[in-house]
């Protein structure tokens, strides 16, 4: 006759099994979701997030910088650009990551 301890340690083991194997699976998910994500925008199935933002006088900008550059919807690139402030008042910028998109369908 089996101990009733086994059957009451199994109950206990089996809601954090459950978690383990879900957080497990999100985690797969969400490192799937990356590559395909950079996929489809590369595809142009999805629109590539366009934005500016300043942390600490750095600027932080995609597809374009908000000075020196003129980007409309046909752009065959999207990059994202560090804007660091110079003693002279300017930006110099630097390129973080830049892919070319497939061409637009007419």
């Keep these: 006759m089996p101990e009733p301890n086994a059957a009451l340690q199994y109950e206990h083991r089996r809601p954090r099994l459950t978690v383990l194997v879900g957080l497990g699976m999100a985690l797969v998910l969400l490192l799937a979701a990356c590559p395909l994500s950079l996929l489809a925008v590369q595809q ?14 750095v600027e932080f900008a995609a597809p ?43």
């Design 44 to 57: 142009r199935v999805i629109r590539p997030p366009a934005f500016a933002f300043e942390v600490g006088g």
């Design 64 to 106: 374009c910088p908000r000075r020196g550059f003129v980007c409309d919807e046909g752009t065959p690139w999207y990059a994202v650009w560090r804007g660091d402030p110079e003693p002279d008042g300017s930006i110099t910028y630097r390129q973080l990551f830049f892919m070319y998109l497939r061409r637009q369908r007419r």
